[in-house]
């Protein structure tokens, strides 16, 4: 996946007009100390009345319906003081289009794209809904009160039981009651989720998560459009930080959102025995109407791009770092790595990729040692290191990051050879200049064109020795090759 590619959906980069960057400047001086006022004193409201509100109840009332007075706040003040918060940040108008249906038509609404720290915004539009969210929000201090007065359906991914957990309470608000004496689900709001499961920058709808179509009740589509000129609000693995984003949404002198009902889809009784083909199915639907392609990646694709991605901006040091984490984790010294290199180097290899099998038998990382903590996230950074673009591990790669640490770790650059041999070079003594360019490239990808002078002086002759490339990288980079 090209971190740049028009249809990743992990990564946003953001672009500065001359226009904004004068506006940015002059709303930050002049026009967003007040908006933190207001917002301050929105959010403290907002808190102070969802505080109020849930005060007193137990874990177990707050998984059923509130009653009363507390039923009164929740669904006929809780969405305008949503509103005010979201208003003073530059949320002046929000314009929907299409009907929203009553949860009798369809007791769940399926939203995307989810893009953006703001979609929370969405369960205030029209009506309160029931949202899902992330089990950690409802401890978090100041937010976790708002989160419990929203009273949602709470998941977790790290624990074994929370999908499940989730799935059940999505099916028990979601379908009527028949003949049973609980009653609860007709008190409870539409459901409300994002099915993506993670946020992207909209070029495209990834996967659909199954949760909203295993129940297997009519669902309403719902789209969500930022058609803004400066695009502040999304929020992708690979981009700005959310604090950043904040702040540039604060600059904005007023933020567009769109939100359009589509029709209540009804599954058919084969999408109601196969979710995957119902959530399929929606999503083109919602494709359709936004005219954007759909892609099947998962919040996990996001995260190992941004790793690759992240691994692909360190410089050496920090890559000899994280090696030198995981050959300690697992117990390998240099030698045992200079062997493997120099195995490799001499093997002849059909291809360039190798499966994670194939690595961890060469570095000797066994099934037991993997499945301890530290050593499994030791190893899931390191990855990342070696991996090309497309996720797959590459034998070049490897040979390259652990023939350059052993190069530092030895004081030498003896092992440097074994990155020149596994491309098929074996007299030392006549290197041609093709070869060499081949082996910098490699070395320094970022700034390869900076070696030109290296390169020049080098080759006053037709072919050098590898003693001659050894004694002109020491001199040119002392960092790497001493």
């Not at 890559?319 to 030198?324: D, P, R, V, W």
């Not at 200079?338 to 038998?361: F, T």
């Not at 099934?367 to 090309?388: C, G, H, W």
Request: hydrophobic share 40%; proline share 5%.
């Amino acid at each position: 996946m090209d971190g740049k590619s028009d249809l990743n959906p992990f990564y946003h980069e953001l672009h500065y007009s001359t226009y904004q960057i004068v506006k940015i400047v002059l709303m930050s001086v002049f026009v967003v100390p007040l908006r933190l006022i207001a917002v301050t004193f929105a959010l403290s409201l907002g808190w102070l009345i969802c505080v109020l509100t849930v005060r007193g109840l137990t874990h177990e009332e707050l998984k059923k319906p509130l009653r009363g007075w507390r039923r009164w706040i929740q669904r006929e003040l809780g969405p305008p003081v949503a509103q005010f918060v979201f208003f003073t940040i530059g949320f002046l108008f929000i314009r929907t289009r299409g009907r929203r249906a009553t949860k009798k038509e369809a007791p769940i609404l399926t939203m995307a794209p989810h893009s953006s720290w703001t979609d929370a915004l969405l369960h205030f539009v029209d009506d309160i809904s029931s949202p899902v969210s992330r089990m950690d929000n409802a401890e978090l201090p100041i937010i976790g009160a708002m989160v419990k007065f929203l009273q949602p359906v709470c998941v977790s991914r790290d624990m074994a039981n929370s999908r499940s957990d989730s799935l059940n309470e999505i099916k028990r608000r979601a379908k009527q009651p028949e003949n049973s004496s609980d009653t609860s689900a007709i008190d409870w709001k539409q459901v409300a989720l994002f099915p993506e499961g993670t946020t992207t920058n909209r070029k495209c709808l990834i996967s659909f998560k199954t949760g909203a179509f295993q129940p297997g009740v009519p669902v309403q589509p719902v789209v969500v459009r930022w058609p803004n000129y400066f695009d502040c609000v999304t929020w992708a693995f690979v981009g700005p930080s959310v604090y950043k984003l904040i702040w540039l949404q604060m600059c904005q002198p007023i933020t567009f959102v769109e939100v359009e009902y589509l029709p209540v889809y009804i599954p058919s009784e084969e999408e109601k025995e196969n979710p995957t083909l119902f959530a399929n199915n929606v999503r083109q639907v919602m494709a359709s109407a936004l005219k954007i392609p759909v892609r099947n990646y998962s919040h996990r694709d996001g995260v190992q791009f941004r790793r690759r991605f992240l691994a692909s901006q360190h410089g050496w040091t920090t890559k000899f770092t994280i090696l030198e984490k995981l050959a300690q984790k697992i117990g390998l010294v240099p030698k045992m790595l200079e062997d493997v290199v120099k195995y490799l180097s001499q093997k002849q290899h059909s291809a360039d990729l190798i499966s994670r099998e194939y690595l961890e038998d060469l570095i000797g990382l066994e099934a037991e040692t993997k499945s301890k903590m530290d050593v499994r996230e030791s190893y899931e950074e390191f990855l990342p290191l070696i991996q090309n673009a497309e996720g797959a591990i590459s034998l070049q790669k490897f040979i390259v990051l652990v023939s350059l640490w052993l190069c530092k770790k030895q004081k030498a650059v003896e092992p440097l050879k074994y990155l020149i041999q596994a491309s098929g070079i074996d007299d030392m003594s006549q290197l041609s200049r093709t070869s060499v360019e081949n082996c910098l490239k490699t070395i320094f990808p970022s700034n390869f064109q900076s070696k030109s002078d290296l390169i020049a002086d080098m080759f006053k002759l037709n072919a050098i020795s590898f003693d001659r490339l050894k004694n002109g990288l020491i001199r040119d980079d002392n960092d790497i090759f001493s």
